[in-house]
């Protein structure tokens, strides 16, 4: 079926708005990550989901980030108060169980996040 | 934690010239270890992943590596690059009892025609 499916594709917002990011995953997976990706830097885990399970939020850099997943499917990153660091492009996952050899990760094309 | 290290940010070679892209991870236990690819604009696509099952594993696109545990490396190579290998790459590792990908900050392969 399809990939994993962000939107938007580009956000640009003013320093101190807050933006939300949505993300559907293939359907039928039921991991789902969040990663940041700043410019010159590698993959930085934000959270993820799993199922029913609670999610893993260790990698959420402040309380200004959150995240949910409605019905095991969407999920949504949503920044408050967007800060000019907050650049970045997120890039979302998703694997049909929790990641091991047999389920990699199947990535989207991320929303570019510009914070003027 | 585990963790990746890939030597070299950037990598110019030539069309039809070989592509050595290198990776060492830090275990103290076998891990999985995956490479990706990442076309401008795009989101990371799985070229390979280490199974344990052979140590040289296949990728897409004419990409290989080789799982060595004596040199705790997996270096991407392939023996003719094209002009459409053009991309960032990166290297990943993850505990085979972690859910989480940790990844290397990435190799940004140009090829000169």
């Known amino acids: 079926g399809a990939g994993v499916s962000q939107s938007p594709s580009n956000k640009v917002t003013e320093k101190g708005k807050d933006v939300e990011l949505r993300c559907d995953p293939i359907?039928?997976?039921?991991?789902l990550y969040w990663y940041r990706q700043s410019l010159g830097q590698g993959l930085e885990f934000l959270i993820y989901?799993?199922?029913?399970?609670?999610?893993?939020k260790s990698g959420l850099p402040s309380d200004r980030f959150s995240a949910e997943r409605t019905g095991g499917s969407v999920s949504t990153l949503t920044i408050q108060r967007t800060q000019q660091e907050d650049s970045a492009v997120y890039l979302c996952?998703?694997?049909?169980?929790?990641?091991?050899?047999?389920?990699?990760?199947?990535f989207g094309n991320g929303t570019r996040l510009t914070v003027t | 934690a585990q963790s990746v290290t890939q030597l070299g940010s950037h990598v110019s070679v030539s069309e039809g010239a070989l592509v050595l892209l290198r990776c060492n991870y830090s275990?103290?236990?076998?891990?999985?270890l995956f490479w990706y690819v990442q076309y401008p604009n795009q989101g990371l696509q799985l070229l390979l992943k280490?199974?344990?099952?052979?140590?040289l594993v296949k990728g897409i696109n004419g990409f290989e590596a080789e799982f060595k545990k004596s040199e705790t490396s997996f270096h991407l190579t392939k023996p003719s690059a094209h002009m459409s290998d053009a991309a960032e790459y990166f290297c990943?590792?993850?505990?085979?009892?972690?859910?989480?990908?940790?990844f290397g900050a990435g190799t940004t392969v140009t090829v000169r025609a």
């Open positions: 996952a998703s694997s049909l169980r929790a990641l091991n050899v047999d389920s990699p990760l199947h």
């Open positions: 359907s039928g997976h039921t991991a």
């Open positions: 989901f799993q199922g029913n399970s609670a999610p893993d």
């Open positions: 275990s103290s236990v076998p891990p999985y």
């Open positions: 280490y199974t344990s099952a052979a140590t």
């Open positions: 990943a590792v993850s505990g085979l009892n972690d859910y989480k990908l940790s």
